[in-house]
Structures are given as structure tokens and as C-alpha cells.
């Protein structure tokens, strides 16, 4: 059984930082690509950020852009989101996504529709 636990979400001021952490289990997950969303109340769910199997590759949403980091620790079966210089904009609902239909891909996708397992959430309040 696939799952994705998510942590490390919390309520933090304007400026700070946070790291998000979601642990993998049930398959091998090293090679597949892994993915953070993100849902703001009354907001459709959005692209954070993107890793490839190997860590290699990473993809960004233009809004995090230069402030938060992904990377992966395969060998824990963990994805980590590092998030700096966090804003208002950036409170909202935080989900980690596993891709596992294909192994090995060389990029890390931007849409909801090419990850098919995902956490059930790890709330992030950042107040001004």
C-alpha cells in the first residue's frame, strides 16, 4: 500500500523559513519522480515544485522561484521541501505527490494529472 505522509507545515511570520518533509512508503520510490502541490481556500490546487528519481532535475512554479528548494533523500524515502522567505501568498494547504507511472524519467512534470499518489496535506500559515 502507497502512502505519503507529510510534515513540518506550521504557522510562521512573513520572512521565516520552513521545511517541509513527506515520507514514502510501499513501493521504491527512488525511481520516480516526486512532486509538492499547494491549496489555498478557495483556490484550485497548484504546482509548487518537482524532483526527478535521481534528485538531478528539479522544477519550480515561477511564485517560489529562487526561495524554496526541493530535494530528496532516497535512501530515507523522503522528499523535503525547504521554503525561504516565506510570504503571505504562500499560506495555504501542502501536498506531496508521487508520480509512479513511469520509472526513470528525466524531467520532473508541473501538472496534477501526471502524479497518481498523494499525501493527504500539511497545513502552512504565514501571517504578516
Known amino acids: 500500500q502507497v502512502q505519503l505522509v507529510e510534515s513540518g507545515g506550521g504557522l510562521v511570520q512573513a520572512g521565516d523559513s520552513l521545511t517541509l518533509s513527506c515520507v514514502a512508503s510501499?513501493?521504491?520510490?527512488?525511481?520516480?519522480?516526486m512532486g509538492w502541490f499547494r491549496q489555498a481556500p478557495g483556490k484550485e490546487r497548484e504546482f509548487v515544485a518537482a524532483?526527478?528519481?535521481?534528485?538531478?532535475?528539479?522544477n519550480y512554479a515561477d511564485s517560489v522561484e529562487g526561495r524554496f528548494t526541493i530535494s530528496r533523500d532516497n535512501a530515507k524515502n523522503t522528499v523535503y521541501l525547504q521554503m525561504n522567505s516565506l510570504k503571505p501568498e504562500d499560506t495555504a494547504v501542502y501536498y506531496c505527490?508521487?508520480?509512479?507511472?513511469?520509472?526513470?524519467?528525466?524531467?520532473?512534470?508541473?501538472?496534477?494529472?501526471?502524479?497518481?499518489?498523494w499525501g493527504q496535506g500539511t497545513q502552512v500559515t504565514v501571517s504578516s
Open positions: 524532483v526527478t528519481w535521481g534528485g538531478v532535475s528539479t
Open positions: 510501499g513501493r521504491t520510490f527512488s525511481k520516480y519522480a
Open positions: 505527490a508521487a508520480d509512479l507511472t513511469i520509472a526513470y524519467r528525466t524531467s520532473a512534470g508541473s501538472s496534477l494529472h501526471e502524479y497518481n499518489y
